[in-house]
């Protein structure tokens, strides 16, 4: 049987060790393989140091096997922080931006939150077209602004990730006090109503004018866009729209509103109306059907949408109006089952107002 020996086990914890460090690097940003091939040598050293100068943190769980700790104590905590410790210190190599790491530190960013680590503050091809002391402050107040817009670019191609980095230093720089303001006027510190504000999607569909140029709520109009992907000619109407018109309604699915509605039509439409529409647009006859009943009952657009697209072909508008209506009034829970069920018994009675031309089309 061969013999186990000090090396032997320390390699092996190495391993073990740095395969659970670049597990959780590559779930919060994506590194480049030649990258990670120099950097696992550089930390492979670091780890093998610390279990050197420690080994003797040998210890016994409940079931009677040996662990290793850099702690002489088993903590939950504890352990958690050295893991958080290694994996910044890793990306930190990786990003050539240890400086940086330890200021973020001192000044007490949050790195860590429930479901992510904001690694994305440490790279260095963003950090250093700011002067260190400028981005430490604008990564407190706007953090996630800086992670959303490194994780819409992780897979573009070098030469065109350094324009967009360009254009995103630039407009966000220009725009900083216009944050702040938005995010005052809305009392939203604590919330991220702007946090897709320079995403690669977005910085595709608005021109820098339309940034520069826009108020608080055309901000928002721009973040609320998000991943959606506009078609050219309705991409530049959009830029048209808030640049020369003022505009500022933030709806769903822009393609289709723009195929359906004018721009003064585009200005006073409700935002439910267009997610209503935008949910049942699966082909022309849906479309319709559902144009008319926004028409009829703009104000029952929100509860309708929770049905499927086959109970909203299956019943006619008039009972889906009466239905509706009666659950609004009588405070049932507007879900698939409810609606199905109601609409039975409020068939007669469309049926009767239908006869004497009671549904009109509202403004």
């Not at 949050?110 to 604008?138: A, C, G, N, P, V």
């Not at 939203?188 to 004018?209: A, V």
């Not at 926004?294 to 499927?308: I, Q, W, Y």
């Amino acid at each position: 049987m061969e013999k186990a020996n000090k090396t032997d086990f320390i390699d092996i914890y190495v391993l073990k060790t740095l395969n659970e460090i670049k597990n959780t690097v590559k779930r919060n940003i994506k590194i480049d393989p030649k990258r990670e091939e120099e950097i696992d040598k550089k930390m492979s050293k670091v780890l093998n140091d610390l279990i050197n100068a420690n080994f003797k943190n040998l210890q016994m769980d409940p079931k009677g096997n040996l662990l290793y700790t850099f702690l002489p104590i088993v903590d939950e905590r504890e352990n958690k922080k050295v893991r958080l410790s290694l994996v910044l210190y890793y990306t930190a190599l990786y990003y050539d931006n240890l400086e940086l790491l330890h200021e973020l530190l001192k000044e007490d960013v949050r790195l860590d939150y429930d479901w992510y680590i904001t690694l994305q503050y440490l790279d260095k091809s963003i950090s250093s077209k700011f002067e260190m002391k400028d981005y430490i402050e604008k990564v407190k107040r706007f953090g996630y602004i800086f992670r959303n817009f490194v994780k819409s670019i992780e897979n573009v191609p070098e030469e065109k990730r350094e324009v967009y980095i360009s254009r995103f230093v630039k407009l966000f720089n220009l725009k900083y006090e216009d944050i702040c303001n938005a995010m005052k006027e809305n009392n939203r510190w604590t919330s991220t109503p702007l946090d897709k504000l320079f995403t690669k999607n977005n910085l595709d569909t608005f021109e820098d004018n339309a940034y520069l140029f826009a108020n608080s709520e055309q901000l928002e109009l721009i973040n609320f866009c998000g991943e959606n992907k506009l078609k050219e000619e309705n991409r530049i109407r959009l830029n048209n729209l808030v640049l020369n018109k003022g505009y500022s309604n933030r709806l769903y699915d822009f393609d289709l509103m723009m195929r359906l509605f004018t721009d003064e039509e585009l200005d006073t439409l409700s935002r439910d109306v267009s997610a209503f529409l935008s949910n049942f647009s699966r082909n022309e006859r849906m479309l319709r059907k559902a144009l008319e009943f926004a028409k009829l009952r703009p104000d029952l657009v929100n509860g309708a949408t929770c049905m499927s697209e086959e109970l909203f072909m299956e019943k006619s508008n008039y009972v889906l109006i009466e239905t509706l209506d009666f659950m609004y009034n009588h405070s049932y829970i507007r879900n698939e089952e409810n609606i199905e069920f109601f609409a039975k018994t409020m068939a007669p009675k469309a049926t009767l107002k239908r006869v004497f031309g009671a549904y009109k089309k509202r403004d």
